[in-house]
T-cell receptor, first 113, second 111 residues
Framework: DSGVTQTPKHLITATGQRVTLRCSPRSGDLSVYWYQQSLDQGLQFLIHYYNGEERAKGNILERFSAQQFPDLHSELNLSSLELGDSALYFC????????????FGEGSRLTVL | QQQVKQSPQSLIVQKGGISIINCAYENTAFDYFPWYQQFPGKGPALLIAIRPDVSEKKEGRFTISFNKSAKQFSLHIMDSQPGDSATYFCAARDNFNKFYFGSGTKLNVKP
């Protein structure tokens, strides 16, 4: 158990819909990262938050947005969903500049029909 | 532009053999190079990591070899076991604490 909690584990929805994925980082971790992993693909970096502030953006679509709340949990919002958005979405956390290890949650599997 | 290039995409090794996965990078500002192991349906988990001031790090059957001048690093799994069958990702961290991952290597260790 990495200590990073992601909900929901599985989500099935239709094209055009909107979903919210939630992540609770490890206790004490201020950084939250979101990654997308499509079938048999690598980890595509989406966005990084540190203590509530956006720090870096990767290949995140304009239909996607995220935020980190004062209690440090983070949400990834995906809207106007398309079939190609079906993927595993991972959240990871770490202490900035610490040991460097990223701790990953078990992911949220999104299926868009 | 992929910051970290990983090969091979897939690898089949017999039990007891050596598995070798290679990665290359361009950004000399990278300061931390971890390897992650991912089992189906699970999130990636840190396996072993190295900093650029060290040329080799060994933990049990897992060894990272690091060549700073060539900007390459590799993971060696000695005495590979069926339980090692997983997808392996190399990664590199920049000085903004942003991680770049390789495309992954699917390892299958045959009994």
């Amino acid at each position: 158990d990495s200590g990073v909690t992601q909900t929901p584990k599985h989500l099935i929805t239709a094209t055009g819909q909107r979903v919210t994925l939630r992540c609770s980082p490890r206790s004490g971790d201020l950084s939250v990262y979101w990654y997308q992993q499509s079938l048999d693909q690598g980890l595509q970096f989406l966005i990084h938050y540190y203590n509530g502030e956006e720090r870096a953006k990767g290949n995140i679509l304009e239909r996607f947005s995220a935020q980190q709340f004062p209690d440090l949990h983070s949400e990834l919002n995906l809207s106007s969903l398309e079939l190609g958005d079906s993927a595993l979405y991972f959240c990871a956390s770490n202490r900035i500049r610490g040991a460097g290890e990223l701790f990953f949650g078990e992911g949220s599997r999104l299926t868009v029909l | 532009q992929q910051q970290v290039k990983q090969s091979p995409q897939s690898l089949i090794v017999q039990k007891g053999g050596i598995s070798i996965i290679n990665c290359a990078y361009e950004n000399t500002a990278f300061d931390y190079f971890p390897w992650y192991q991912q089992f189906p349906g699970k999130g990636p988990a840190l396996l072993i990591a190295i900093r650029p001031d060290v040329s080799e790090k060994k933990e049990g059957r897992f060894t990272i070899s690091f060549n700073k001048s060539a900007k390459q690093f590799s993971l060696h799994i000695m005495d590979s076991q069926p339980g090692d069958s997983a997808t392996y990702f190399c990664a590199a961290r920049d000085n903004f604490n942003k991680f770049y991952f390789g495309s992954g290597t699917k390892l299958n260790v045959k009994p």
